[in-house]
């Protein structure tokens, strides 16, 4: 790694990661800076999730739809918190759509801030942001690579600068794509199913660079895609193969030893995933075939990886899944589940969901959840909110991962 580059990630990730990659220790000169205050930040640009109460009547019923622009083809994904807004792409594989910014500050009546479309965005399975020099910025899935996004007015978001990666081919929907993002100081990371990893310093969005490529061996279809602090987290879309890098040096990964494996369910069964997610410690894997519902592994050890707990639903078909302290919500096909795994000796359905379409995905929100649909929706109703819980949800949030451990 160059100089120029060391110093810029060094400087954007701060302390702790600078002295994981330089060893440094007490006698370093460096020292922890000096981080504001909550109330000292800037303020949101939204006011938040949805804040109100649930009577039993109203649990598990449609309350709203979400339709992203007058050409939505109604194939959607997730959906992000991002400055006290919903940001919901909507964009199918083959290509054509956006970002809609919501308010959902009343969940059962969201109102829609703003909306951008670009004819080359694709389906995106994460999203990435950061704030650079005031200028807010997402990337998202381009049909040949990336796109970075100015979002820093929610009611005119516009895409900036496109990136076309080596290899990645259009129409493809699987092998030479990019299926998700991972945003981490001035790099994005963009898993690129059989490619591999694409490394991109995004010092400047509006002039991305392609740095490299890294193929993992053995070879994985790399689908999801976590950067922690100096661990980088790759998991098969479609398979059972997981892989933990060193991205101590954030421009060459290298494998952790002990840390690829083949994930296997509570019977030691390998197991395919459609998708995965990162919750603290814990990978989440949707089971891709021979029924659904999520897998968790515990990478607490990231040389030994094991198994953590698991919900099964005969008839399912994941998805996408997504954590919410403890509780895992997936897209399971025909239904969206949400199971309660916060005792892994005792996992315990909430609730079934229900969404006409390919519910691949189900994503908490509050006490709310938000069901979508990438295939067969009716017109305009490609997302749904949904009240799943009576209370609002007045837990705040906490850090659940840090990597480098704690000495």
């Given at each position: 790694?160059?100089?120029?580059?060391?110093?810029?990630?060094?400087?954007?990730?701060?302390?702790?990661v600078?002295?994981?990659?330089?060893a440094?220790?007490?006698?370093?000169?460096?020292?922890?800076?000096?981080?504001?205050?909550?109330?000292?930040?800037?303020?949101?640009?939204?006011?938040?999730?949805?804040?109100?109460?649930?009577?039993?009547?109203?649990?598990?019923r449609?309350?709203?739809?979400?339709?992203?622009?007058?050409?939505?083809?109604?194939?959607?994904?997730?959906?992000?918190?991002?400055?006290?807004?919903?940001?919901?792409?909507?964009?199918?594989?083959w290509?054509g759509?956006?970002?809609s910014?919501?308010?959902?500050?009343?969940g059962?009546?969201?109102?829609?801030?703003?909306?951008?479309?670009?004819?080359?965005?694709?389906?995106?399975?994460?999203?990435?942001f950061?704030?650079?020099?005031?200028?807010?910025?997402?990337?998202?899935?381009?049909?040949?690579g990336?796109?970075?996004?100015?979002?820093?007015d929610?009611?005119?978001?516009?895409?900036?600068?496109?990136?076309?990666?080596?290899?990645?081919?259009?129409?493809?929907?699987?092998?030479?794509?990019?299926?998700a993002?991972?945003?981490?100081?001035?790099?994005?990371?963009?898993?690129?199913?059989?490619?591999?990893?694409?490394?991109?310093?995004?010092?400047?969005?509006?002039?991305?660079?392609?740095?490299?490529?890294?193929?993992?061996?053995?070879?994985?279809?790399?689908?999801?895609?976590?950067?922690?602090?100096?661990?980088?987290?790759?998991?098969?879309?479609?398979?059972?193969?997981?892989?933990?890098?060193?991205?101590?040096?954030?421009?060459?990964?290298?494998?952790?030893?002990?840390?690829?494996?083949?994930?296997?369910?509570?019977?030691?069964n390998?197991?395919?995933?459609?998708?995965?997610?990162?919750?603290?410690?814990r990978?989440?894997?949707?089971?891709?075939?021979?029924?659904?519902?999520?897998?968790?592994?515990?990478?607490?050890?990231?040389?030994a990886?094991?198994?953590?707990?698991?919900?099964?639903?005969?008839?399912?078909?994941?998805?996408?899944?997504?954590?919410k302290?403890?509780?895992?919500?997936q897209?399971?096909?025909?239904w969206?589940?949400?199971?309660?795994l916060?005792?892994p000796?005792?996992?315990?359905?909430?609730?079934?969901?229900?969404?006409?379409?390919?519910?691949?995905?189900?994503?908490?929100?509050?006490?709310?959840?938000?069901?979508?649909?990438?295939?067969?929706?009716?017109?305009?109703?490609?997302?749904?909110?949904?009240?799943?819980?009576?209370?609002?949800?007045?837990?705040?949030?906490?850090?659940?991962?840090?990597?480098?451990?704690d000495?």
């Amino acid at each position: 790694m160059t100089d120029q580059y060391f110093k810029r990630f060094s400087q954007i990730l701060g302390t702790v990661v600078a002295c994981a990659l330089a060893a440094c220790n007490g006698s370093s000169g460096l020292s922890t800076p000096d981080l504001p205050v909550p109330d000292a930040h800037p303020a949101l640009k939204g006011p938040g999730g949805p804040m109100q109460s649930f009577s039993s009547g109203q649990l598990y019923r449609h309350c709203a739809y979400l339709s992203g622009h007058e050409n939505d083809e109604d194939h959607h994904n997730l959906v992000v918190m991002h400055q006290g807004l919903l940001v919901m792409p909507f964009a199918p594989e083959w290509g054509g759509g956006g970002l809609s910014f919501w308010d959902v500050s009343d969940g059962c009546s969201p109102i829609r801030i703003g909306t951008g479309w670009d004819d080359a965005m694709r389906e995106s399975h994460s999203l990435g942001f950061a704030d650079i020099d005031g200028t807010d910025w997402a990337v998202v899935n381009d049909i040949a690579g990336i796109q970075f996004w100015d979002i820093t007015d929610p009611e005119s978001p516009a895409r900036v600068s496109r990136l076309e990666l080596d290899g990645v081919f259009y129409p493809d929907a699987y092998a030479r794509v990019i299926f998700a993002v991972f945003w981490q100081g001035n790099i994005v990371y963009a898993a690129g199913a059989d490619n591999g990893v694409y490394i991109i310093d995004a010092t400047d969005p509006a002039n991305p660079v392609q740095v490299d490529v890294y193929e993992p061996d053995p070879p994985l279809r790399v689908g999801g895609i976590h950067a922690v602090g100096n661990l980088l987290v790759i998991t098969a879309t479609e398979g059972a193969r997981t892989s933990l890098l060193d991205i101590s040096d954030p421009y060459a990964p290298i494998p952790v030893p002990g840390g690829t494996f083949e994930v296997t369910d509570g019977d030691g069964n390998i197991t395919e995933a459609y998708h995965t997610n990162l919750a603290g410690n814990r990978i989440l894997y949707a089971r891709k075939q021979g029924g659904g519902g999520p897998i968790q592994w515990d990478i607490s050890s990231v040389t030994a990886p094991v198994f953590h707990s698991e919900w099964f639903t005969d008839g399912g078909n994941g998805g996408y899944v997504f954590d919410k302290e403890g509780f895992l919500y997936q897209g399971d096909s025909n239904w969206g589940v949400i199971a309660d795994l916060r005792d892994p000796a005792a996992p315990a359905q909430v609730t079934r969901v229900t969404l006409t379409g390919d519910l691949d995905t189900l994503v908490p929100l509050a006490n709310m959840a938000v069901a979508a649909v990438d295939a067969g929706a009716d017109p305009g109703q490609a997302t749904a909110l949904i009240p799943v819980f009576a209370d609002p949800d007045t837990l705040p949030p906490v850090v659940t991962m840090v990597y480098p451990r704690d000495g």
